[in-house]
């Protein structure tokens, strides 16, 4: 893969380049879609990084379909699939990880102690394998965006990242690899999260500054579903991820809500009275 990226780059094509665990969905395709119009060449990675699991997250029941994600990632564009095997990702004596300071704290860096370490440093491994000019990663993973940002402006990689939009079903539900693990009736709880997602947004739209009342509202929606239980809800400024007082400016709600086994994750900006995008 390096020798190629190599190649590619000293003939002086771009690299766009969308990493992912497998297990492909829409939202994983439009990432590739997206991306392979930014550069020469689209490369995506298959690699289930071991070190963003924490003891208690089970690896082994992550889902996996090669042979399928191959197909699916040539029907999206994809030039270049590269899936290394952990032994060469990491072999043994492996002792090396990048850590950021203070945004792997808050959200979900909180209840997944280590997860965004393991996220740092296979990031950095891909990069410096692929070489990419460009990297797109899903705004459905908005922290993980955000330490991603970060860090490559903070050590100065060569690779401008790209978040893309979240992906969802006709109802609502961000898609996720996780969402196959959902029975019937704990896919229909967990619209629950796009519903407050979305009354939150009518209610900042609509001239409500108090994340207080936001939070108090979604925790009544979510706790009145059956088997969900919630790990965290946020509203805060969408750079530091700091918890906003005041919704004054246009802000992220991010919340984390296991239904049955199942942690999803979802978010939303927030926009108060004239701070629309344009
Ligand atoms: O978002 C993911 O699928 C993973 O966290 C990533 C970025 C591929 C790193 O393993």
């Not at 379909?65 to 197909?71: F, Q, S």
């Not at 802000?251 to 049955?260: D, I, P």
């Amino acid at each position: 893969m390096q020798h190629r990226a190599e190649r590619i780059r000293k003939s002086g094509q771009t690299i766009a380049f969308v990493p992912t665990m497998g297990y492909l969905h829409k939202g994983h395709l439009s990432l590739m879609v997206h991306a392979s119009n930014l550069a020469d060449h689209l490369v995506a990675s298959i690699f289930v990084n071991p070190t963003q699991f924490g003891p208690n997250e089970d690896l082994s029941k992550y889902p996996r379909d090669p042979e399928r994600d191959a197909a699916l990632a040539a029907e999206a564009g994809v030039d270049i699939l590269f899936t290394p095997h952990e032994k060469d990702l990491y072999p043994a004596g492996f002792e090396t990880f990048v850590t950021q300071e203070a945004l792997p704290d808050h959200l979900c860096g909180l209840s997944r102690p280590g997860h965004f370490r393991g996220v740092l440093t296979i990031v950095t491994k891909l990069f410096h394998i692929v070489k990419p000019h460009f990297a797109v990663f899903g705004e459905k993973d908005f922290q993980q965006l955000a330490v991603i940002r970060k860090m490559t402006a903070d050590l100065n990689f060569d690779t401008e990242i790209i978040g893309a939009p979240t992906i969802r079903e006709s109802d609502g539900l961000a898609m996720s690899s996780r969402n196959k693990f959902l029975s019937e009736s704990h896919r229909k709880s967990a619209l629950v999260l796009y519903r407050c997602l979305t009354e939150a947004r009518r209610m900042v739209a609509e001239g409500e500054t108090d994340p207080q009342k936001i939070i108090k509202m979604s925790e009544a929606e979510i706790n009145a579903e059956a088997d969900t239980a919630i790990d965290y809800i946020a509203i805060c400024h969408p750079d530091t991820l700091d918890d906003v007082r005041v919704i004054g400016q246009p802000a992220v709600m991010a919340l984390a809500v296991k239904v049955g086994s199942t942690r999803l994750i979802d978010n939303r900006m927030l926009f108060p009275p004239g701070s629309e995008p344009g």
